[in-house]
């Protein structure tokens, strides 16, 4: 069983900054595809960035050049630096564990509010 616990959302004003970061329980951290996918009122969930257990990113449009995905193996830990924030950006920000291995599950923390101001 793995656990997500998601931390350091809240309210920031436009072209801000905020770091979101995700805590993993268990084993399966270090072979997994973590993401961070973010849904805002009334939208569909949409996958912001993802990186491989190897360090490979991969990030939606939106996002390039503005957030930065990240993982340390040794803590089970992935992050989300977000700077030069926009209210668009607003929504709630979820941590998500792809599972690299077949049978294994995947896994999502509880989510995390980001609200921008402008």
């Known amino acids: 069983q793995v656990q997500l616990v998601e931390s350091g959302g809240g309210l920031v004003q436009a072209g801000g900054s905020l770091r979101l970061s995700c805590a993993a329980s268990g084993s399966v951290f270090r072979i997994s595809t973590m993401a961070w996918e973010r849904q805002a009122p009334g939208k569909q969930r949409e996958l912001v960035a993802r990186?491989?257990?190897?360090?490979?990113?991969n990030y939606v449009d939106s996002v390039k050049d503005r957030f930065t995905i990240s993982r340390d193996n040794a803590k089970n830990t992935v992050s989300l630096q977000m700077n030069s924030l926009k209210p668009e950006d607003t929504a709630v920000y979820y941590c998500h564990l792809i599972p690299t291995v077949w049978g294994q599950k995947d896994y999502w923390g509880q989510g995390t509010q980001v609200s921008v101001s402008s």
């Open positions: 990186i491989s257990s190897g360090g490979a990113t």
